[in-house]
């Protein structure tokens, strides 16, 4: 497990699921525990952020129906709110929660943290696989 500091926070790991450096989400909108992009697993992160995800309209509407509404933008916040195709650093419990539901959204395995591996087995998330560019992830 590697530590790092980052504005004071412990980062727990920094690893994506292939034992590789984690790799941004998206910047625009800012995801992440921190809004830095990333994925990480944070100490201070109870909500666990820790799966990027390349939602869905069928996944954003069974989140908004779970009293999560990531479509609406609040300005306050500096959110914009998301639509289908959008990169977000999803919590882990919500991401299982759609699984079971049948309406869990794509998976970038590249910037998702390893630490989504003590509750979603590898094989799971390979069937999730988001097979879109690179260069999508920086167009969102």
Do not use: K
């Not at 509407?61 to 500096?78: C, E, K, M, V, Y």
């Not at 289908?84 to 919590?91: E, H, Q």
């Amino acid at each position: 497990m590697s530590t790092d500091s980052d504005d004071s926070e412990t980062v727990v790991r920094d690893r994506n699921v292939d034992g590789e450096p984690l790799e941004p989400c998206c910047e625009d909108p800012a995801t992440g525990a921190l809004r830095d992009g990333h994925c990480r697993a944070l100490d201070r992160d109870p909500g666990r952020h820790e799966v990027c995800a390349v939602v869905t309209e069928e996944f954003l509407q069974f989140s908004r129906r779970r009293g999560n509404d990531l479509i609406t933008p609040r300005a306050h916040l500096d959110f914009p709110g998301l639509s289908d195709g959008d990169r977000w650093c999803l919590c882990v419990p919500r991401w299982i929660e759609a699984h079971e539901a049948g309406v869990a959204p794509p998976v970038v395995l590249e910037a998702t943290n390893e630490a989504v591996l003590d509750e979603i087995d590898r094989e799971t998330l390979e069937a999730y696989a988001y097979e879109g560019s690179d260069e999508e992830s920086n167009e969102n």
